[in-house]
């Protein structure tokens, strides 16, 4: 029984360029979180989605950042034009599909994005 | 969410006992108490979690307070695995009622395990 599967999971990029990272949910789970994580700061909260629908996006920066969880396939964080303050862990996180205040998330291993 | 308080750091030895405290004071009466760590290098991990009565899992114990504004989680015996930055995090119903799909980390305990 798979967790939740990110890759890559160290990605180099170069300034200007775009950064995609993949986010595979445990099998069942139709809820999909990501978060960041600075160096040297805690976890933030980007955004929240169901299949095909983006439920919370309060995280998430107004410019370059998209995300997506299509119908099939994995859910994608997608940054345009990275800069260098883009560089951070980026974790992923799915729950079941009933969400409630006593659901559990679970974690990916984290995708490492370095801007050069 | 509500705002947690823990400390930044803690200690301990090997095969004791760990409590690893949080202060919520304005905690409401739907808020969950949750715990998550993370271990170096690596994604959070869920430990616990509870409403009102004390919990047990395989992980860990968490006691909460009378009047909920404080919650120990409990390592019965730390080993080295446990070193780990530990958040306490309450989860609620925002307006709206979509914002309870979010987990608000703070900046959590760093508890470090001697031999």
């Known amino acids: 029984n798979a967790g939740v599967m990110q890759n890559p999971r160290h990605l180099v990029r170069r300034r200007g360029q775009e950064a995609r990272l993949r986010c595979s949910p445990m099998?069942?789970?139709?809820?999909v979180y990501w978060y960041r994580q600075l160096p040297e700061e805690g976890l933030k909260f980007m955004v929240y989605l169901q299949k095909e629908n983006i439920i919370d996006e309060s995280g998430m920066p107004k410019e370059r950042f998209s995300a997506e969880f299509p119908k099939e396939g994995p859910s994608i964080l997608r940054i345009q034009q990275v800069v260098r303050g883009d560089s951070a862990a980026y974790f992923c996180?799915?729950?079941?599909?009933?969400?409630?205040?006593?659901?559990?998330?679970?974690f990916g291993p984290g995708t490492r994005l370095l801007v050069l | 969410d509500a705002k947690t308080t823990q400390p930044n750091s803690m200690e301990s030895n090997e095969e004791e006992p760990v409590h690893l405290p949080c202060n919520h004071s304005t905690i409401s009466g739907t808020d969950y108490i949750h715990w998550y760590r993370q271990l170096p290098s690596q994604g959070p991990e869920y430990v616990i979690h509870g409403l009102t009565s004390n919990v047990n899992n395989r992980m860990a114990s968490l006691a909460i307070a009378e009047d909920r504004k404080s919650s120990t989680l409990i390592l019965h015996r730390a080993t080295l695995r446990d070193a780990a930055v530990y958040y306490c995090i309450l989860r609620d119903v925002e307006a709206g009622g979509t914002s309870y799909g979010k987990l608000t980390f703070g900046q959590g305990t760093i508890l470090t395990v001697h031999p």
């Open positions: 099998k069942g789970h139709s809820h």
């Open positions: 996180a799915s729950s079941p599909q009933l969400a409630s205040l006593q659901e559990t998330q679970y």
